[in-house]
């Protein structure tokens, strides 16, 4: 491709949309365009990228012996209600956009596809004989996300290679699973990214287990926590840990005491002279089920623990059906606006206990007139403890369970910490890193087969449902993460296996015949030897398209300058700016052996 030909736009400035650096970069470089809240043009060199990473991810699925097709994106509401998905997807802080057709049918644009493949399933699938497997695609997803942000990172209009497997049982499911994480290693080790597979939350998907891969950037939206013996790696969602020692309570005996203005932690345990670890605090929540009622939580934590809410959420989605609910739409802590459509007398925030009586709760048709009551696992063993007095001002000391309070339902809902005890092995603390989470593999077993019904006969002549598993690569995050990864002052420093060109080749004069005549027959070469290239023959500054080639990211410059009268160009790699020259016969081939080198 001539520069001079393309519709390249590059910016010296930083977009005032971008906060982080791959976003400014991309829109700097001319790769992408914002059109709306979260909705991005995939310019000529973007375009080259993602087919370059779909390519790699194609290859790998293939390997695995997965099928690729494509599933309509378009997708009609009874397969969500089937699903029970429809209102948790549409509804709230669902994320599907949803339309009527003129026929007033109600459609949802797909966000995910097991629906659809599902549905399919259950009628193609008859026989174990048709087992194992394994259907993908590449495509446009739709996310309404609430926060769309940091460019192609959060984007409400995506593309995602998502596959699904149908398996015969839990075990050959296993297996699947198994092949999809190598596939998701070689995918992005060819891509050249550094990364961490991490054990993760199934969230709103659902199933048993399910891990992450997280590219490793600072940037990134997720904390991972590991250990340096390679054993565990978990997003901080998920992870479990040991959590530090309790400290001895100076307490002996139960006692009220007054302890005016500690309505903190900090304060209270500096009144008392006590560690946090000695303390119960009780962390109000309020959580609204998709059947409409609001249910009020107390969570028994020990003084020194943070509530890990996605956790929390999970506990509480295994009781919604006490609630006449499948799921929770919400979860937050109440403000005192929130506080005020429920309470029924002013609260003693920062002073309350676990026995926080249910007469704070006004009798209200929508409102569960009992507080659901957690005891995190921090606090199950805790002796002679400090908690509120439910009286602002007073907290009592040398607490004990079964004496003064009752230990209700046991959960683990503790956010664990770096520099934490790692559960398989104390000897090793947690590290933290950040990730951007590129891609997650879900064993997800029957749910959606038996919401559907998609079942099948096995060799016993019973018929049992289909055992699934889905995969998910954010192929446009990808792309994206690896600039995160991989920039410096600048521009883009492509990884040469995605780069949208390997090289550029540079006419520092295009009023210099010789220049041009030697950057044209390189060109040509280059391209003939399957090497992909741009010509910058634009009339501009030497200045400039250098400038322009460092910013654009293309891993390898040959520019034809001075060093032509002694038959040599100069050749520079993008990534440590080392330049060489090398003699003009020699050009492709040195080339070709480094992007070999560079992409196997
Ligand atoms: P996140 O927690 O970041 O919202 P998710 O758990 O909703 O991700 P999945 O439903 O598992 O993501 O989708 C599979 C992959 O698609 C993700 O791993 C991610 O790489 C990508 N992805 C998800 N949402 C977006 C988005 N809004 N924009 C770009 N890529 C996305
Ligand atoms: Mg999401």
Redesign the pocket.
């Known amino acids: 491709m001539r520069l001079s030909q393309m519709l390249l736009v590059t910016l010296r400035e930083d977009p005032a949309e971008a906060e982080i650096p791959s976003h400014k970069l991309l829109v700097r470089a001319g790769y992408i365009r914002r059109i709306g809240s979260g909705v991005y043009a995939y310019l000529p060199l973007m375009w080259r990228v993602l087919q370059k990473v779909s390519q790699i991810v194609r290859e790998e699925m293939n390997a695995s012996g997965a099928q690729e097709c494509l599933l309509p994106q378009l997708q009609p509401s009874d397969l969500w209600k089937e699903s029970g998905r429809w209102d948790t997807y549409t509804k709230a802080e669902g994320i599907m956009f949803s339309l009527i057709d003129r026929q007033d049918r109600e459609l949802g644009l797909g966000p995910?596809h097991e629906e659809v493949i599902t549905a399919i399933a259950r009628e193609m699938i008859r026989s174990y004989r048709q087992l194992p497997q394994n259907l993908y695609q590449i495509q446009t997803k739709f996310?309404d996300?609430i926060r769309p942000r940091f460019g192609?990172?959060?984007?409400r209009e995506?593309i995602?290679k998502d596959a699904y497997s149908f398996d015969a049982d839990e075990t050959a499911m296993k297996a699947t699973y198994q092949k999809m994480n190598q596939a998701y290693h070689n995918i992005l080790r060819r891509c050249g990214l550094k990364f961490r597979a991490v054990d993760a939350d199934s969230?709103a998907?659902g199933g048993s287990g399910s891990q992450e891969f997280m590219v490793l950037a600072d940037a990134g939206e997720d904390e991972i926590l590991y250990t340096d013996d390679g054993k565990y790696a978990a997003n901080v969602e998920k992870a479990a840990s040991i959590p530090p020692d309790v400290a001895p309570s100076p307490f002996s005996s139960y006692e009220k005491r007054e302890t005016p203005g500690t309505e903190t932690i900090e304060k209270v345990c500096k009144f008392l002279n006590c560690s946090p670890t000695n303390l119960v605090k009780n962390v109000l929540y309020q959580a609204v089920f998709d059947s409409g009622t609001t249910a009020l939580v107390l969570v028994h934590i020990r003084g020194d623990q943070d509530v890990n809410e996605v956790k929390l959420q999970n506990e509480l989605v295994k009781l919604a059906d006490q609630y006449g609910g499948k799921t929770i739409v919400s979860l937050t802590v109440p403000d005192v606006d929130a506080q005020q459509k429920w309470a029924a007398k002013s609260l003693p925030l920062g002073y309350m206990s676990p026995a926080l009586s249910d007469d704070y709760i006004q009798s209200s048709k929508n409102i569960a007139p009992k507080f659901i009551r957690l005891t995190d696992q921090t606090v199950a063993d805790l002796q002679d403890f400090v908690t509120g007095a439910d009286e602002a001002g007073y907290h009592v000391v040398g607490a004990n369970w079964g004496d003064q309070f009752q230990k209700s339902n046991l959960v683990d809902v503790r956010t664990a910490k770096a520099d934490d005890r790692a559960l398989h092995d104390p000897a090793q603390t947690l590290k933290t890193a950040r990730g951007i989470?590129?891609?997650?593999i879900f064993q997800l077993g029957t749910k959606y087969s038996k919401a559907l019904g998609a079942n099948y006969t096995n060799e016993q002549g019973e018929e049992i449902p289909l055992a699934m598993g889905c995969y998910?690569?954010?192929v446009?995050?990808l792309a994206q993460s690896a600039v995160e990864q991989s920039y410096d002052k600048d521009g883009i420093i492509w990884p040469v296996a995605i780069a949208p060109y390997h090289v550029v080749v540079v006419i520092p004069n295009v009023n210099d015949a010789d220049q041009v005549a030697a950057a044209e027959k390189l060109y040509a070469e280059l391209n003939q030897a399957g090497i992909e290239t741009l010509l910058d023959d634009r009339n501009e500054r030497a200045g400039v398209k250098f400038k322009d080639s460092e910013l654009i990211g293309i891993p390898y410059r040959v520019v034809t300058g001075k060093s032509l009268k002694d038959g040599n160009v100069e050749v520079v790699k993008r990534a440590t700016k080392e330049a060489q020259n090398v003699a003009i016969a020699d050009v492709v081939s040195t080339l070709k052996q480094w992007i070999t080198e560079a992409t196997t």
């Not at 192609?152 to 984007?155: A, C, E, I, S, V």
């Not at 989470?437 to 997650?440: K, N, R, S, T, Y």
Request: net charge positive; hydrophobic share 35%; charged share 25%.
């Open positions: 995910t996310r996300e192609l990172m959060r984007g995506f995602m969230g998907i989470e590129i891609g997650h998910g690569v954010g446009s995050r």
